[in-house]
């Protein structure tokens, strides 16, 4: 997990509040994933990235936004943060090719 | 679209037993699966990787395999220990054109003293 870091670790925030959850690496892969879990839905994809000037929506990005500001560093986004926005949030990379995925600690938002 | 199904039940298992997990699938024909252990309130971590033209494979404890046939991989832990307990995550190519992986919801591992 120290290769995949996340901040913040917890946040508590309020509706309609502009949230930013920030992601880095030190593994040096291109690919860079946010993914959001939900008691009994699992990992769901929100955004994706392949490289700095690649990114891509995932099956649930509404609601989010993603910048990668280098190949080490992709942040998500909450532009207006609604209570069912209350999850756990984990930021990936990922090896090409087999795409083996490597998670960090996560960060367990709350919107009241 | 890809549809990965694992027992949504708990698994209890007596320790030194060996625990078979199961995950299936529907709509494709992956090139390779995966399997991720999961902690409460952390992050996956891969465990082992399987191609299709592997039918198994092995790393310490665990082996997993994999029959494209039944769409099936059974993950296996031999000599169970406590410290196993965990949920697991079987995961798959997402397929149809889309990248990345599609994990499945997980089954969660009790291994019992």
């Known amino acids: 997990d120290a290769d995949v870091t996340q901040t913040p670790r917890n946040r508590i925030t309020k509706t309609g509040k502009r949230i930013m959850l920030e992601c880095s690496q030190t593994?040096?892969?291109?690919?860079m994933y946010w993914y959001r879990q939900d008691p009994g839905l699992g990992l769901r994809l929100i955004y994706y990235?392949?490289?700095?000037?690649?990114?891509n929506k995932g099956e649930i990005s509404d609601g989010y936004s993603v910048s990668r500001q280098a190949q080490a560093k992709f942040s998500l986004s909450l532009e207006s943060a609604i209570p069912n926005q209350t999850a756990l949030y984990f930021c990936?990379?990922?090896?090409?090719?087999?795409?083996?995925?490597?998670f960090g600690p996560g960060t367990r938002l709350t919107v009241l | 679209s890809q549809k990965i199904e694992q027992n949504s039940e708990a698994l209890n298992i007596q320790e030194g037993k060996t625990a078979t997990l199961t995950c299936n699938y529907t709509?494709?024909?992956?090139?390779?699966l995966q399997w991720y252990r999961q902690d409460p309130g952390r992050g996956p971590v891969f465990l082992l990787l399987?191609?299709?033209?592997?039918k198994e494979k092995r790393k310490e404890r665990l082996k997993v395999t994999f029959d494209t046939t039944l769409k099936q991989s059974l993950f296996h832990i031999t000599a169970s220990q406590p410290a196993d307990s965990a949920t697991y995550l079987c995961?798959?190519?997402?397929?149809?054109?889309?990248?990345?992986?599609?994990f499945g919801k997980g089954t969660h591992l009790i291994i019992q003293p």
């Open positions: 990936a990379t990922g090896l090409a090719g087999t795409d083996t995925q490597y």
């Open positions: 593994k040096g892969h291109d690919r």
């Open positions: 990235s392949f490289d700095v000037k690649d990114i």
């Open positions: 709509n494709y024909s992956p090139a390779y």
């Open positions: 399987i191609r299709e033209n592997e």
């Open positions: 995961a798959l190519e997402s397929g149809g054109g889309a990248d990345g992986l599609t």
